[in-house]
């Protein structure tokens, strides 16, 4: 028996139904992973374009030091990548502009000529066009077709050029925008994201130049210009006056130099600290400029091509101005009156007013010039001279000046000459009691240059010129050790005939300012003490009252310190200088010396009355007197009668040679071997 | 010639003429016919492909073409709707074909050879469309620009000025824009 069939009637219609529904699904199943694998590849083709894209700008950013080096090449890569039309930059200034820096991309110039010309050399205010509209949000913005036709600013230049969307985007560092990026394509601008993307890390690129940038420009401003004032350093200034020198016409006029030295500088930072000192400097910076500025301002008003003014702090308290394009000594002189004004109103310090003055010297640019190294040495003088005038003010420099700074550097010059080969000699002048026997009580050593050609020139022909030359410290040095090693030699002889110790003659040495106000000063001393062996307690040290008057802190200290060892100190030229009575009293000295005017002038009752209160003075600080200059029987005699118990002077005895002078207290028969 | 046209060519036969046509016409060009967008076919299978579909039709291969690019468009407008939507007109989308539309296939078939459209402007003020490729298909070009035409609602008067096919070293194609 044949098994019936199972009832498979098959239904061919429905069989095709399924088979079709099968294939339709396998077709959407392939369409699918098709779409899916196209993504994939599209994405992975676009990252791959873009990385390299990136790199590309990555190495032009590292190779780049400056801005407008790298964005012409940046625009290009970025243009060409997104194939579009036209790229340009905008520099933002301020915080309110973006100004086109000029640097554009276009693969065809001529074609987009228009759009080029009407955004190079465009300046955007903020919300005002596509750059301005970025600057005001600091995010991209993008321009599509429908804008671009009606509202965009740019519109007629941009279809004339075929332009159909354009985009901006703000190149930042942290939260500060500082440049735009603006790009037109000629089709629309379709997948946002990846641009974004791509010139967002451009940006990110373009910032860092502009950082480095920065930081070059900060470093190099640094170099240029004085931290605490902001105003130019000696640098900037030498560079713009030596331009400003090298472009002048054949006659060499047009330049002024003004150097400025503040009065009463350093007693500020002494007083009231180096915080103090600071303030001051900063304010006079300050108001300098602001006048510099207000001239500068006011003589454009009236001529445009007038001259133009560089302020710079070049020292401590020390300011140069170089004015450029001068006509005549008006300009200078203005100026300076200017900035001696603005310096009247004191300035405050925390709660203290001060006042500070200024002196000024000017020099003008001439025929006579050939840097202007030199025209700065002859303001420096002339600022020199307004200074020795002792109240500030303003020195033009003249001729005279010249010479007299001409003879001054030969005279230094000489003066080098005669350290190096010892042309210096010592006389010493004997001091005696005043007393019936006019007993020989010391020596004054006094330098006598012996000069090669002039043969004996006096302290007063050369000491001005060593103190300004800064060769007095050599000088000094050399008269401290050459008095105490005669000394010791006179005192050895004289020991040697039995001479009682409290006989021997004392030594008086001048010390000058500078060399008293070293700080290796009081070392020296005593190095010189111990190397001569002479006595202590028969070294008198004489000093002005100038250098208390520049440092009296140092000064006290050093005399203590001298005084601490055995020697003397003594006060010279009293009467003279300041003669403020606190320094006597504040300063340990054991002498005085009463200045010669007083007693070349003693016929004068005034001089006579100046004498007594001294002598007074002296008596109760308990104080021996000197009385220098004594060239009459009479003054000595007179002296005496006051009280006054020492003298010295060519009535009494000239300043002689080392050998004649000690043979005023050596035995008859030793004089010879002296 | 790269899969994608081949389904495309796929579609268009299987929405006009049915499922089974595909599958007539395979068999007519004696080819297998597993094609995917992802990979590359020889030139020559779209040409029987062409052919046979001349053939059965009764109609030249160019005219085969032609209808195949208008009809490409809807399909094209389905799986790439983002080149569409940024244009407003058939001549703006067809514009974008050079700068926007093969770069783009490009990037996802790598190596595509893709035609380059010289466009350029005529001196009665149609525009100049220039093409030159081995593959000699500017009917192909035709019916994708009346299909964008569709698309977009334009009206555009083609004219073959000269022709590769007819012996021309290139094709000039005159567009009319103006109606």
Request: aromatic share 8%; hydrophobic share 40%.
């Amino acid at each position: 028996m044949k098994a019936e069939a199972l009832p498979l009637t098959p239904d061919a219609a429905a069989t095709v139904e399924r088979l079709e529904r099968l294939v339709q699904r396998e077709r959407e199943g392939r369409l699918q992973a098709e779409a899916i694998a196209e993504r994939g590849l599209r994405e992975l083709y676009e990252s791959q374009v873009r990385l390299a894209l990136l790199q590309r700008i990555t190495d032009c950013a590292n190779r780049s030091n400056n801005f407008s080096e790298a964005i012409g090449e940046v625009l290009k890569e970025i243009c060409e990548h997104m194939n579009w039309a036209f790229g340009t930059a905008y520099r933002v200034e301020g915080e309110a502009r973006a100004v086109s820096c000029d640097a554009w991309y276009t693969a065809e110039p001529a074609r987009l000529f228009p759009l080029v010309e009407a955004t190079r050399e465009r300046t955007f205010h903020s919300g005002e066009g596509l750059p301005g509209r970025v600057l005001r949000d600091s995010h991209p913005h993008w321009i599509d077709e429908g804008e671009l036709a009606t509202s965009f600013c740019r519109r007629v230049a941009a279809a004339s050029c075929g332009i159909r969307s354009a985009c901006g985007f703000p190149v930042m560092i942290a939260d500060e925008i500082v440049c735009v990026l603006e790009f037109f394509a000629r089709t629309a601008m379709i997948d946002k994201d990846a641009i974004l993307l791509t010139v967002t890390q451009a940006s990110t690129q373009l910032a860092r130049v502009i950082e480095r940038e920065r930081a070059r420009a900060a470093l190099l401003h640094d170099a240029l210009h004085d931290s605490m004032t902001g105003l130019p350093n000696r640098t900037l200034l030498d560079e713009r006056s030596r331009a400003a020198f090298d472009r002048l016409p054949e006659s060499r006029s047009g330049l002024a130099v003004m150097v400025i030295d503040l009065d009463g500088f350093k007693a500020i930072n002494d007083k009231y600290g180096h915080h103090a000192g600071d303030i001051v400097l900063i304010e006079t910076a300050r108001r300098f400029d602001q006048a510099l500025t207000a001239s500068m301002d006011n003589q454009r008003r009236t001529s445009p091509t007038g001259w133009h003014g560089t302020l710079a702090r070049v020292g401590g308290d020390e300011f140069v101005v170089v004015l450029d394009g001068v006509r005549g000594p008006a300009p200078a002189m203005d100026l300076a009156g200017a900035l001696i004004d603005t310096l009247k109103a004191p300035i405050r310090i925390d709660e203290e007013l001060v006042n500070v003055g200024l002196s000024i010297g000017i020099a003008h640019s001439g025929p006579g010039y050939t840097t202007v190294e030199q025209l700065r040495q002859d303001a420096d003088l002339a600022m020199y001279e307004a200074k020795s005038g002792g109240h500030g003010g303003v020195v033009t420099f003249s001729e005279s000046l010249g010479n007299e700074r001409r003879y001054r550097m030969a005279l230094e010059n000489e003066l080098r000459d005669a350290i190096r080969e010892k042309q210096f000699t010592l006389f010493y002048q004997p001091i005696f009691a005043l007393g019936e026997d006019r007993q020989l009580r010391g020596f004054e050593a006094l330098i006598r240059w012996n000069h090669p050609r002039s043969g004996l020139v006096e302290p007063g022909g050369f000491i001005p010129a060593a103190e300004a030359g800064g060769l007095i410290v050599f000088i000094g040095d050399w008269v401290l050790r050459q008095a105490c090693n005669a000394t010791a030699r006179l005192h050895k002889r004289l020991t040697a005939r039995g001479l009682a110790a409290s006989k021997l003659p004392y030594i008086s040495i001048n010390i000058a300012p500078q060399q008293f106000l070293q700080p290796t000063f009081s070392a020296h001393v005593q190095r010189v003490l111990l190397e001569t062996g002479v006595l202590p307690e028969l070294v008198r040290l004489e000093v002005t009252e100038g250098v208390a008057i520049i440092d009296p802190d140092q000064t006290r200290q050093v005399l203590e310190q001298v005084r601490s060892w055995g020697v003397k100190t003594s006060l010279d030229d009293f009467g003279t200088g300041y003669s403020s009575l606190s320094y006597l009293q504040n300063l340990p000295f054991d002498t005085l010396k009463i200045d010669r005017s007083f007693i070349a002038s003693m016929d004068d009752p005034k001089s006579r009355k100046i004498i007594r209160a001294i002598l007074d003075l002296a008596s109760n600080l308990n104080l021996s007197v000197v009385a220098e200059g004594i060239e009459t029987m009479e003054q000595g005699a007179l002296l005496r009668e006051m009280g006054c118990a020492y003298g010295q002077g060519f009535h009494l005895g000239r300043p002689l040679d080392e050998a004649s002078a000690f043979a005023l207290v050596l035995p008859e028969s030793d004089r010879t071997g002296a | 010639m790269k899969g994608v046209v081949f389904n495309l060519l796929e579609d268009a036969v299987v929405r006009e003429h049915g499922l089974l046509a595909w599958d007539s016409l395979l068999e007519l060009a004696g080819l297998e016919g597993s094609y995917t967008s992802l990979g590359s076919y020889p030139d020559s299978e779209v040409i029987r492909l062409v052919d046979a579909a001349s053939t059965a039709l009764g109609i030249t291969p160019g005219e085969v073409l032609r209808w195949f690019g208008r009809s490409a468009i809807p399909l094209l407008h389905e799986r790439y709707e983002l080149f569409f939507s940024p244009h407003k007109t058939a001549q703006s989308f067809v514009a974008s074909i050079n700068d926007i539309i093969h770069p783009e296939v490009r990037k996802l078939y790598a190596g595509a050879g893709c035609p380059h459209f010289h466009f350029h402007d005529l001196e009665d003020g149609r525009t100049g469309l220039a093409y030159q490729s081995p593959r000699r298909m500017c009917r192909l070009a035709h019916g994708f620009i009346e299909g964008a035409a569709d698309h977009y609602g334009n009206r555009v008067e083609i004219e073959h000025l000269s022709c590769m096919l007819e012996g021309h070293p290139v094709c000039r194609i005159a567009l009319d824009w103006s109606h």
